[in-house]
């Protein structure tokens, strides 16, 4: 079999760009995990863990829209569902539920729509953290195993 993409540049996916997968089913393999089977436009199949898409209620068989988030130097393609609240690039209020110090770095602390905990880097420049059940704005920068990754956009005036 030829792979698609290594002889026929027309037959490949581009970083960045959304794609119509077909979601054929379930797997489990070796590693004791089970795996959502993936086949995009061109017939190749391609695995997602299950555990990081549960709270996505994805129905198998089904057609799923997948943002390819990247594609590595081993032509490894990685592929992040569309999320059922969040987009890249909007804003969302967020309930702050505390705020840590790692690494000479500054977080505040919240979670998703899903409880998912999500640390938001903030300026260690900023004095003064706000306390916990404040509302905050925040930007979706990325998805990742189908958790936001967010940027901080305000914080109410104390």
Known sequence: ??????????????????YRFNYRKKVLLSDENEYMVFEDPFGINHLLPLADYMHYNLVCPSVVTCLVSRINCTGRVFLEPLHPVYR??????FEITGNAF????????????????????TDTSMQGLP????????????????????????????
């Open 102 to 121: 790692r690494d000479g770095k500054r977080f505040l602390c919240t979670k998703d729509v899903f409880g998912n905990p999500i640390d938001i880097l």
């Open 88 to 93: 890249i690039g909007t804003i969302h209020s």
């Open 1 to 18: 079999m030829i792979i698609p993409g290594y002889f026929d540049t027309s037959h490949k996916l581009q970083e960045g760009s959304c």
């Open 131 to 158: 306390p916990a059940g404040t509302e905050i704005e925040c930007r979706v920068t990325t998805l990742k195993k189908g958790k936001p990754e967010l940027s901080l956009v305000s914080i109410p005036a104390k």
